[in-house]
């Protein structure tokens, strides 16, 4: 069974050329999952952006593991992006 939080996934080829978005806003699952990354708390995310709903917040983050469990790298392509994560910004 599929869970509805998933449904505020969206895509649309004329936004962000056809990448995961959320609710079909301009505001892409990337972005919204780098914020995170980076150490933003979810109550600053939607304080940041007044259009998102903690829902989205969630439907990403469940996107986003469903996504990586489709995927499979070799220990080259996890270390070659581990290593453009922790190189400096030019």
Known sequence: MTNPLLA???S???IFGGKPIVRG???AVEHLLGYLGAGMS???L????PFLEPDDIKAALLYAGKLS???R???AAVGAASEE???PAR
């Open 85 to 87: 994560a922790e190189a």
């Open 73 to 75: 790298m070799s220990g």
């Open 46 to 49: 939607l304080e940041q952006f």
């Open 8 to 10: 505020r996934i969206t």
């Open 42 to 44: 979810e109550a600053e």
């Open 25 to 27: 806003q301009r505001f």
């Open 69 to 71: 469990g489709m995927t």
């Open 12 to 14: 649309d080829p004329a």
